[in-house]
């Protein structure tokens, strides 16, 4: 059984407390002001957000996204005023996804929102905060390339 192995336990309870993390952070649970998206869309504009300028195709693979749910997405979104398409000015044949103004606002509400949830959960002890932000970083990377 997977369960009697510790570390299986250990990395077990890791993906527990991630999800139930997740919900607590939840911003639609909270009320906050920002524009509803499905995971597929957070994918898309947190990509989109922090790498201002991606081509669609840098866009599906940074996501694990095929091309037609990545341009499903890219609409959907565009629809919502949070993206919007430019042509490449290298090559007019390809395009340039930006995050618009308004995704800019949101994003901002959102990490203030997480920012003191989870500052007034730590407090003042944020010495780990780092090395944690990169265990999960890694963890997130290992997850997509599996």
């Known amino acids: ?29 909270a009320g906050l002001d920002v524009v509803p998206l499905t995971g597929t869309e957070t994918a898309v504009l947190r990509w989109v957000h922090r790498n201002p ?9 940074a996501t694990g996204l095929r091309r037609p ?14 993206v919007r398409r430019s042509p490449d ?12 103004s308004l995704a800019d606002e949101g994003v901002g509400r959102l990490h203030a929102y997480w920012s ?15 090395a944690v932000v990169d265990l999960l970083d890694r963890l997130e990377s290992g997850l997509r390339a599996h």
């Open 1 to 29: 059984m997977v369960e009697d192995d510790p570390t299986d336990r250990l990395l077990a309870e890791l993906a527990e407390t991630i999800l139930r993390i997740a919900r607590d952070l939840d911003p639609h649970a």
């Open 53 to 61: 300028g991606t081509s669609p195709s840098a866009a599906a693979d």
């Open 69 to 82: 749910n990545l341009s499903a997405a890219v609409r959907s979104l565009e629809e919502k005023g949070l």
């Open 89 to 100: 000015p290298a090559d007019q044949r390809q395009q340039r996804l930006e995050a618009t």
């Open 116 to 130: 003191g949830r989870v500052r007034a959960a730590l407090g003042d002890d944020l010495a780990e905060a780092g």
